[in-house]
C-alpha cells in the first residue's frame, strides 16, 4: 500500500466510524444524515447512500472528484454529495463536512429561527448559528443555500426545515461542531422554555473564537 492508498483508507475508515458516532451521539436516526472529508484538493471522501452506518466499510465509502465523478467504492455517493462539493468548492479552508438531522438544532430550523449565543460554545460556530433558506433535498440549490448562509464566517448553518449542516478544518473538527450546534440548541430551548435567556455579544464570541484558535495551534 502507498502512503497515498493508506492516507486514502485512514479517510474513509474515518467515514465509517464517525457515521456510527452519528448514531451513538443521538446526531440523527437511521440513515438519515452524511459526513464527507476532503482527501486532496480534488478528492472527497463521502458516505454512501442508503447503507446502515452499522455495515458501511472502508471499501464501500465512495471517493468522488470535485466534479461529482465517482472513482473510488462499491455503493453510490449520499444524495447530499452536490451540497457537501458546494461547500469545499466555496470554501478551501474546508477539510470535513457533516450534516445531520439532529433534533434540538432542526426544531430552531423548522422555526426558521437561527441559534443565538445563550452559550458560550456557540463560540465553535460563529457568533450564532445562521438559517439557510428552504431549498429541496439532494439538489445543487440547497448546496447553494448553504454555502450563501455560511459565508465566511460561520462553521455551521441550519438548513431551513431539514437539519444541519458543520463545517470545519477536518471531518474530527466538523464533527465537533455538529455536538456543539446540537447541545447549544437543546440548551436555548431549555432556557426559552423557563425564560428569556441573556445572549452574549458578538465581540466577546469574536474574543472565544480566537481563543479557540490559539487552543488548536
Ligand atoms: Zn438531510
Do not use: W
Not at 438531522?101 to 441559534?115: D, K, M, V
Request: hydrophobic content about 35%; glycine content about 8%; proline content about 6%.
Amino acid at each position: 500500500m502507498t502512503s497515498r492508498d493508506l492516507a486514502h483508507y485512514e479517510t474513509r475508515n474515518a467515514i465509517c466510524e464517525y457515521g456510527r458516532s452519528l448514531l451513538e451521539d443521538d446526531l440523527t436516526t437511521g440513515t438519515g444524515g452524511n459526513l464527507s472529508a476532503r482527501l486532496d484538493d480534488d478528492l472527497v471522501a463521502i458516505s454512501p447512500s442508503g447503507v446502515p452506518y452499522d455495515d458501511v466499510t472502508p471499501a464501500d465509502v465512495p471517493v468522488v472528484k470535485t466534479d461529482g465523478t465517482v472513482v473510488e467504492g462499491e455503493v453510490e455517493p449520499s444524495t447530499e454529495l452536490p451540497m457537501h462539493l458546494a461547500v469545499y468548492e466555496s470554501r478551501p479552508d474546508v477539510g470535513g463536512v457533516v450534516h445531520t438531522h439532529s433534533p434540538y438544532a432542526t426544531t430552531f430550523a423548522s422555526l426558521g429561527e437561527p441559534i443565538p449565543a445563550s452559550h458560550y460554545l456557540i463560540s465553535f460556530t460563529g457568533t450564532e448559528v445562521p438559517v439557510a433558506e428552504y431549498r429541496t433535498h439532494a439538489t445543487a440549490e440547497l448546496g447553494e443555500a448553504a454555502v450563501e448562509s455560511l459565508g465566511e464566517e460561520f462553521n455551521a448553518t441550519l438548513l431551513r426545515n431539514h437539519g444541519v449542516l458543520t463545517a470545519d478544518e477536518s471531518l474530527s473538527d466538523a464533527y465537533t461542531v455538529a455536538l456543539m450546534v446540537e447541545y447549544c440548541a437543546r440548551i436555548h430551548h431549555q432556557a426559552k422554555a423557563i425564560g428569556d435567556p441573556e445572549i452574549l455579544p458578538d465581540d466577546e464570541i469574536d474574543r472565544l473564537s480566537d481563543k479557540l484558535d490559539a487552543y488548536g495551534q
